[in-house]
């Protein structure tokens, strides 16, 4: 069995040509496919439409309104007024009908603002509103 005497190794070569083929066929695919949407989208059809339409994921546990000490409103991270509060959650209630609202207030927040959520709340709809609170420690 011959054995290699020389000491020169020979480096490993990557064959790109396949490589290239697969790019050419994928860019060929996109530009059929891209002129099939476009015809598609020309075509006079009238689509069926549903009733009574209902999100098709999982709804939310439940949804968070802060009250911060000032009495700004907090919801979705932005800080809104009690109306734009109710029309948001009234959307979000025609999806999920069974949607739990939790206020989190500030200690040191007014009564009345805490009151202005569960009042936005109730317009919106929403039956299942409730306050967290924290256990102090002694």
Known sequence: MPLK??????????????????????????????????????????????????????PPDRREVGVRADGTV?????????????????AISDQYPALQVVVRADGEARHQHVVAVYDAANRAGIADVVTAIQPQRR
């Open 74 to 90: 907090v919801f979705d991270q932005q800080a809104i007024d009690a109306t734009e509060l109710t029309r948001k959650l009234r």
């Open 5 to 58: 005497t020389s000491h020169a190794e020979e480096l490993p070569v990557v064959n790109l040509t396949p490589m290239i083929d697969v790019v050419f066929l994928l860019i060929i695919f996109f530009m059929v496919g891209t002129q099939f949407s476009e015809r598609e989208r020309h075509i006079g059809v009238t689509l069926p439409g549903a009733s009574s339409l209902t999100a098709m994921v999982a």
